[in-house]
């Protein structure tokens, strides 16, 4: 890398100078931001202009985070969430894309389902969530069936999207090699449907921590969700406040691991 | 000579939930081998309408249409088809796109393809981007691999959907020449689609001129213009009589609604 950058012209290493600076830039008042914004949290916090009581403060927050972690109980909140997170994701994302490729597949079936998806993708899905207590029981499986059936509709439309809206041209091409359906699927259609797997898998992040958290505040015994649930109830508002930090960095983790897949995509 | 490709009367209706298209009304014409041979006519005349015929995209609603004596089939192998854009998959190499074919048709393991394939990536100055992805060729390469990819199907018939259009001027009249060294040099007889009459006029042995829709032959042109390539060809006297001609034929036309029928 070095001794390429030997044969740089002064001009380009101008550019890339500039360009080095500008991301240093970025990263400073981003992470400035994140330091004020802390830092007048505590303030007005500690002189009393917002009540701590029902604001927290990032000292409270700290205090309460070591609290939990030295009972035990901070990582079997933060694993239940994260592997019914992760479960519901896998599943939805897994189940969307097999029923979207089955409706790319079939005309006729995608047309019959049509009117289905529409109204399940406008129904809003917590008004299920009595119901999936019913169906499946309490604790993790319904929190997962939450995370999935917000996560599913969204997943199977985008997909359907991208495969419809493959090149007809590339289509043709393909035909006129005597490709197979299947093998325009593998070689074309799958492939060219990538960029829009990876906003989906985006997308989906958040949606599953919604489907998640939702599930817990119904009916679980552990999770972020039910801390927040437990700490809204015993008015303990740091635990919520603890808890929505933990969600955020969670949540943010698991982005950055998409984000890392689409850089490699990309490549 | 043999008759290579023949049409015989072919008529050729399109179905819309609106209307019926009657796009070729019994249109026939002939194609030597080894010959390039050229279709020119108005604007939505129905000329990609014949290339997807004779790829056996589409079926004809009545009349024939032979490769070599014997009828079309539905996506025949004995075809190839190059089309407007180069249509390379951004996501694969140059080598897996020029392979992409012979991996629909499971040749892609047959030494014979694989050797084909790498001598006209080395014959046509590509082999140095084997292992590049679309994205770093110009457009002139892209169309070179775009070529290679259907010449590795070794086709008897290569079709061609105006497969310059995309590419601006000065590229065209050089990807041109390229395309028809390489056409004449693997020994391929070729049937091009274009708006552009003098792009006919400099790459083809015949121009098959048409009407307006429903398309019928006009006129049946063959050319004898000296040059060895397309560019030097539009230097030979008799090309502006040719384009003259060809021109009067085509403004001629007069744009009508009587092809759509509806129901």
Redesign the interface.
Known sequence: MKKKQHNLSKAHEKYLKRLRKDKIIVIFWQITLFVLFLGLWELLAATGAIDPFFFSSPSRIATTLADLAVNGNLFLHIWTSLYETIIGFVIAIVLGVAIAIMLWWSEKLRRIMEPYLIILNSLPKIALGPMIIFWVGSGTSATVVMCVLICLVITIISMLNAFISC?Q??M????????NKW?ILT??VL??A?PEFISVLKINVGMAWVGTVMGEYLSSKAGLGYLINYGSQMLKLDVVMTSIALLCLLAAGMYGLVSLLERRQQK | MEKFLEFKDVTYFYQTKEHEIHALNNVSFEIDELQFASIVGPSGCGKTTILSLTAGLLEATSGQINLQGKPIAKNDPRIGYMFQRDHLFEWRTIWQNIMLGLEVQKKNKDPKKIALAEELLKKYDLYGFKNKKPRTLSGGMRQRVALIRTLVLEPNLLLLDEPFSALDFQTRLKVCDDVYDIIKKEKKTALLVTHDISEAISLSDRIVILSYRPATVKEVVDLDLSGSTPLAKREDKDFGKHFEMIWRNLTNEKETTQSIKSP
């Open positions: 090149d041209d590339k043709l091409l393909m035909k006129s090699m005597r490709a093998q070689k074309l492939p060219s990538l």
